[in-house]
């Protein structure tokens, strides 16, 4: 279980790192991402295919089902838990799906900057 538990949490991490999951959770969606509801997202654009995958990984991923992953939660994820600190935005002790989505955007332009550094010295 905790295998696939890992295997889930890396690929929400990469899909949200990558842009996928940039959809903003509807206000009546906070509690939880609802993987049941229409795949749209809160601009009315349908969600991608790894933005659905995300949304369901992440549900996937809290075993408590409050809509939130605890710091117990990501124990088992050393990058996850490295980083939770920097991803509570809100400083409540829990990380959730908005935060997972801002700390992917905050990711992936730093690698971008990274990358088009590496790209100067070249």
Do not use: W
């Not at 600190?85 to 959730?96: E, H, P, R």
């Not at 992917?104 to 730093?110: D, H, M, N, S």
């Amino acid at each position: 279980m905790h295998q696939r538990a890992a295997g889930l949490l890396c690929g929400l991490v990469l899909l949200t790192a990558c842009g996928l999951g940039l959809a903003q959770t509807p206000a009546a969606d906070a509690a939880a991402p609802d993987t049941t509801a229409p795949a749209e997202s809160a601009t009315g654009a349908p969600l991608s295919k790894g933005e659905i995958k995300a949304r369901r990984d992440f549900q996937l991923l809290d075993f408590n089902k409050d809509g939130k992953l605890s710091r117990t939660e990501v124990t088992l994820f050393p990058r996850l838990a490295a980083a939770f600190d920097t991803a509570d935005t809100d400083k409540d002790g829990f990380v959730s799906f908005e935060e997972v989505e801002a700390f992917a955007v905050q990711y992936r332009a730093e690698r971008a900057a990274k990358a088009a550094q590496q790209a100067e010295k070249n």
